[in-house]
């Protein structure tokens, strides 16, 4: 269907992008999986590019333009090439937006012209061993020791961490018996800083390129200046944010299974069974038919919500909703694609076993899609 979210500039953008992609990811990315992360220069690169600041203000090095849909555009081009840009994104629109809402004008002169040159990478640390849906039950503290917060505890699941300059750690710096949401601050930790370490790099099952880390804070000592925002007030950013978080999880999910429906066309055309090409029989044209169906109305429903998103009115539950529908989506449009490569779907060297394992994740983070029900339920007043 016929889209009319973007601009011209941002089709020029996606030029930029789709050169870069094409030229400077998908000829190493295979490495890079084996390796299992993006090479720091490749932000650098990207940095140099103008990609990674368009929302951070033109005196610190950026472009001035905080559009969500230029993030849209990255993936999309990223997904069309078979590959994704995972810590990327998640440094663009899940970490960089608490750097912009709560930095104070110091903290912005010291870290933004960093982050714009993708020269300062960055991780956000939420969840613990026991606690990953439950935010409000975190257990790390940061206790106040004059100029300074003391911080311990344990987090894991890190994407990024194993890379990243500056970690936002959530920490407990207050209780309160009565709202165990209040107490929460948002602290950003700096590669080097005593007592910060970074424990097992975790194997995971698809998402290759991107390290997941487990970090531990021992009486690591963090400047107050490095508080984002007003402490034992977390909670609500953390909370403001996350609407953007699903919305990026659900636009990965749609180009990915965008991308696994034309991987299917161009195989299937190009395999034969009893001497005739798979693209011919009638079950291939159904299955396509259906999941291209599938897409395009996750698409419709993807496209509203971006646009209430840049005009700052996409609420938590619409998050929800687009979150569940499109992840949902991606894993049966994916899947039935898989199908239609038979044995060779198996085998990792067909991207479309690639799209399979990445996609299952999908549905677990940013919000399961059992959280994604309960906060929808909560709207309809259930």
Known sequence: MRRDLFTEDHEAFRELARDFV????????????????????????????????????????????????????????????????????????????????????????????????????????????????????????????????????????????????LVIVVARTSTDPDNRRKGLTLLVVEDGMEGFTRGRELEKMGCKVQDTAELSFVDVRVPAANVLGEVDEAFGYLGHNLPQERLTVAVGSVAQARSAIAAAIDYTRDRKAFGTPVASFQNTKFELAACSTEVEAAQAMLDRAVTLHVAGELTGADAARVKLFCTEMQQRVVDRCLQLFGGYGYMMEYPIARLYTDARVARIYAGTSEVMKVIIAKSLGL
């Not at 960089?96 to 991780?123: I, K």
Request: hydrophobic content about 40%.
């Open 22 to 165: 094409e030229k400077e990811v998908v000829p190493h990315y295979p490495e890079w999986e084996k390796g299992g992360r993006m090479p720091r220069e490749v932000f650098e690169q990207m940095g140099a590019l103008g990609m990674l600041g368009m929302a951070i203000p033109e005196e610190y090095g950026g472009g001035g333009t905080p559009d969500y849909r230029y993030n849209v555009v990255l993936q999309e081009e990223a997904a069309r090439a078979l590959v994704t840009l995972s810590t990327v994104r998640t440094q663009l629109e899940v970490i960089l937006p608490y750097f912009l809402h709560y930095a104070d004008a110091e903290q912005r002169s010291r870290w933004f012209p960093g982050l714009a040159a993708g020269t300062l990478l960055t991780a956000v640390a939420m969840t613990e061993p026991g606690t990953g849906s439950d935010l409000a039950g975190v257990r790390t503290t940061a206790v106040r020791d004059g100029d300074d917060y003391i911080v311990n505890g344990a987090k894991t699941f890190i994407t990024g961490g194993m890379q990243a300059d």
